[in-house]
């Protein structure tokens, strides 16, 4: 084993494991809109997915805002959900 996998051990999770926080969000009934799902266990790094609290920064909109738009810009793109209307002009 290299001294990597030795070292990110304890925190690191499989590709299984790390899809299953968006399975949990994508198939179960009942989450409100926003809620967050994560690993739940020891410090929110592994663990079974769940609904975690949301830490303050990311529930303020508009530095969503600005990283949604980070994200379009760097990967060329444009989601048309959920759009706020553009003022005549920018669209």
């Known amino acids: 084993m290299t001294r990597r996998?030795?070292?990110f051990a304890p925190v690191a999770s499989t590709p299984e494991q790390a899809a299953?926080?968006?399975?949990?969000?994508?198939?179960?009934?009942?989450?409100?809109?926003?809620?967050?799902?994560?690993p739940t266990g020891?410090?929110?790094?592994k663990g079974v997915p769940g609904p975690r609290k949301v830490?303050?920064?990311l529930a303020d909109?508009?530095?969503?805002?600005?990283?949604w738009e980070a994200s379009e810009r760097l990967?060329?793109?444009?989601?048309?959900l959920n759009r706020r209307?553009?003022?005549?002009?920018?669209q």
């Open 61 to 67: 909109e508009a530095i969503g805002l600005r990283v």
């Open 42 to 45: 020891l410090i929110g790094i």
């Open 20 to 38: 299953r926080p968006s399975l949990y969000a994508a198939t179960c009934s009942g989450l409100d809109n926003g809620t967050l799902i994560g």
């Open 5 to 7: 996998r030795v070292l």
């Open 55 to 57: 830490p303050a920064a």
């Open 85 to 90: 209307a553009a003022p005549a002009g920018d």
């Open 75 to 80: 990967t060329a793109v444009r989601y048309l």
